[in-house]
């Protein structure tokens, strides 16, 4: 579980709570769940609008990537293709077959079957790369979910405000008239409890637009950023697997293989795997 996510998320709901105790407002003030279905139910239904049904349920499955720790373990899979590395320059490429079952990740794990049944690189690489730019069209497209929910949501909010400014003008204008014939035969009306009426119905109205900008700038982008950040992550590992994979068929020697693939790993990663290994020594 990434805490960065769980901690950010609660770390602002705790803010907007303590903004509003530090004021002595009421947090019944705050809530309203008509006001909060608009903004919500309207967010999702220009979503629907926006994407086709497939790509929704698709979400589903890719939210999680924003709530889960990640560690893609470089070093791993670098002494990994080490070991390929030196097994295929003894025996062939052919001898990989029988470590492709202890392989995880099923895009190196098909990317070295390829490079066993594959003897031009350059289509190899084409391959690779096409199937690359095919996992990153399908992150982009969980991202741009979120963000565009980012986006409705603020606009449905207003939506609601200004729904909720008509109706509270409306019901003042109407009782303007009764207000009137009081003050003309009695003097008795309560300006007080008119003017109190129509603060409470503009506070009303302007909860809309509180549920969306907290819906959008605290849940919504936030989210299609980590999204995004997490498919940086794993595109760069997978550009890190086909340098690996171009390497074993190449037949490359395996301190070249670590050599190559250690820059993609940060330098203080390298120097750590370095101490390390004088330490076995």
Known sequence: M?????????TGIGLVIYAIAANEGNPAYFWNFPSLLLVLGGTIAATFVNYPMQNLWSVFKVVKNAFRRTDYGYQEIIDKFSELAGKARKSGLIALEDDLKTIQDNFMRKGIELAINEKDQ????NYLNLELSNIQKRHTTGQEIFFYMGTYSPAFGMVGTIVGLIIMMNNFTM????????????????????????????????????????????IFIPIGGKLKRRSDEEIMLKEFMIEGILCLHNRD??????????TFVPAKERKEEKAHSTTKK
């Not at 990434?2 to 609660?10: C, I, N, S, V």
């Open 122 to 125: 350059e289509r190899l690489r």
């Open 253 to 262: 020697h395996p301190l070249v293989v670590r050599e190559k693939l250690n």
């Open 175 to 218: 009782q303007k008239a009764d207000t009137l014939s009081a003050l003309s035969n009695a003097f008795s009306f309560d300006i007080a409890t008119q003017f109190k009426t129509l603060l409470s119905g503009m506070g009303l109205a302007l909860l809309t637009t509180f549920y969306g900008l907290l819906l959008a700038n605290l």
């Open 2 to 10: 990434d805490t960065a996510t769980l901690l950010g998320l609660f």
